[in-house]
Nanobody
Framework: VQLQAYGGGLVQAGGSLRLSCAAS????????MGWFRQAPGKQRELVAL???????NYADSVKGRFTISRDNAKNTVDLQMNSLQPEDTAVYYC????????WGQGTLVTVSS
């Protein structure tokens, strides 16, 4: 199974972007899907998670600005990012967990001041 992420790009501070991630190949009923990010020189960190019952978990730094959603039938997970700030600049990675962790390739989000 592979995860393909879409939607990164360059945006000005205060702007919005929407990231999408779709699973392909042997599809599982993922327990949890979500997004992590890694800024230059920093460790990868949690952004948001959502489980199969649509229970969500957000990093404090994105609460109120980012919204995660998923479509269980399509095995997709989206991240709506509003009020973006330069500190949100990072490579964003799609994540899924069933009995093991699956990472998607990263998509770069750059927020200019």
């Amino acid at each position: 199974v592979q995860l393909q992420a879409y939607g990164g790009g360059l945006v000005q501070a205060g702007g919005s972007l929407r990231l999408s991630c779709a699973a392909s190949g042997r599809i599982f009923n993922f327990n949890t899907m979500g997004w992590f990010r890694q800024a230059p020189g920093k460790q990868r960190e949690l952004v948001a998670l959502i489980n199969s019952r649509d229970t969500t978990n957000y990093a404090d730094s994105v609460k109120g600005r980012f919204t995660i959603s998923r479509d269980n039938a399509k095995n997709t997970v989206d991240l709506q990012m509003n009020s973006l700030q330069p500190e949100d600049t990072a490579v964003y990675y799609c994540y899924a967990f069933v009995n093991f962790v699956i990472w998607g390739q990263g998509t770069l989000v750059t927020v200019s001041s």
